[in-house]
């Protein structure tokens, strides 16, 4: 029996390790939590034509003179991550819902405009465009940029 040790280990831990990624592969929802298996944060990317296309959210907010100007996501949302902006949108940055607190509302908003009064902008919204890129892979070039959806968040 103690002559097989690690050979007895191992295969115990192969199993371990096989019988989640088989779950996984089988369905993602199938998957034991918690999680042995680590996302790999890679996505299959359509091709057609030459091309290939992504999808991006930008934030643009507003100089005193009206016009808009694309702000960088990452300073613009520190300290949260900024991979974390699908999800802030979908749920409208916490400046909109039927679920939200008055105290938590008000404070969502002095966050934001604090933070375009940071940037220089004016504190009274912003602006969430989501928008899709086209790119050529044999030119290496910008084809042409879509926007998908605009909203604007008020912060008054």
């Known amino acids: 029996m103690f002559k097989y040790k690690y050979l007895i280990g191992f295969i115990s831990l192969m199993l371990f390790l096989l019988i989640p990624f088989v779950l996984r592969w089988y369905s ?3 998957e034991p939590y918690p999680a042995l298996l680590l996302p ?3 996505h299959i990317v359509e091709l057609e034509d030459g091309t290939f296309s992504y999808t991006l959210y930008e934030v643009y907010g507003f100089g005193q003179d009206g016009t808009s100007k694309k702000i960088d996501i990452q300073t613009f949302l520190e300290p949260i991550p900024p991979y974390l902006i699908w999800n802030l949108a979908r749920h409208n940055f ?3 819902g039927d679920n939200l607190l008055a105290d938590d509302l008000s404070e969502s908003r002095k966050w934001f405009r604090q933070k375009l009064i940071d940037k220089g902008y ?3 919204r912003f602006l969430l465009a989501k928008v899709k890129y086209y790119i ?3 030119k290496k070039q910008l084809l042409k940029q879509e926007t998908l959806h605009e ?3 008020n912060l008054d």
């Open 151 to 153: 909203k604007y968040f």
């Open 136 to 138: 050529s892979l044999d």
């Open 94 to 96: 916490g400046l909109e």
């Open 122 to 124: 004016r504190a009274d």
């Open 40 to 42: 790999s944060g890679a």
């Open 28 to 30: 993602p929802s199938l």
